[in-house]
């Protein structure tokens, strides 16, 4: 037994290597992203976030899912008759023609929608977006029921008002869904600095959309070289 430890502990030191990550976490081949309804009219309303914030969070969002290739899916509602287009950080990595558009409130009860969704094949989704009460509680719950493990980024979610937004990740939460952030999922991704195909890139998008984080990297790489 004493040998068999010490065989162990070796080869925890040579290979670096102690634990493997939980299956809860996200990596870029265990799920599809589903971003819904970041559109002028449904952000006109929006008062949970300021909208320069969401902007930047989504941009967190849309960006990680073109660096790590994650399967993605863009869903409109009623874009040419009613809400109009999408963010300008979502237009510049997806383009127009890519977009499902819709008439129902709830995603997943959108045929095209739910199938391009399903279609992805992974059983873990994340949602970010307009808004939390409606267009993201609606496949949020849908897709729980029928099995799918779902995440929710919050910050990159808004509604008409804080109790809104608040009420609605509440009640994704009692359901089983699980919170996180655009930053959060941005990292959760990289997991490992030492993966250098996506690290320059990922800092990028942090200089870009971080806020002071992004700032501290911008300051890092030119005052020390990092």
Known sequence: ????????????????????????????????????????QMAFATSSISIDQLRNHVALVAGASKIFDIPTVVTTVAEKSFSGPMFPEILELYPESTYIDRTTMNTWEDVNAYKAIVGKNKKKLVFGGLWTSVCIVGPALSAISEGYDVYVITDACGDVSKES????????????????????????????????????PVNDLVVKYAGGYGVGVQYARQMVKH
């Open 1 to 40: 037994m004493k040998n068999l430890l010490s065989a162990v502990l070796f080869l925890v030191a040579v290979t670096g290597f102690c634990q493997k990550p939980g299956p809860a976490l996200l990596n870029p081949t265990n799920h599809a992203l589903v971003l819904i309804d970041y559109e002028g």
């Open 165 to 200: 937004h608040d009420q609605a990740i509440t009640r994704m939460v009692q359901a089983g869904a699980h919170p996180m952030t655009s930053l959060q999922y941005l990292l959760e991704l990289q997991r490992d600095w030492s993966r250098q195909a996506t690290y320059k």
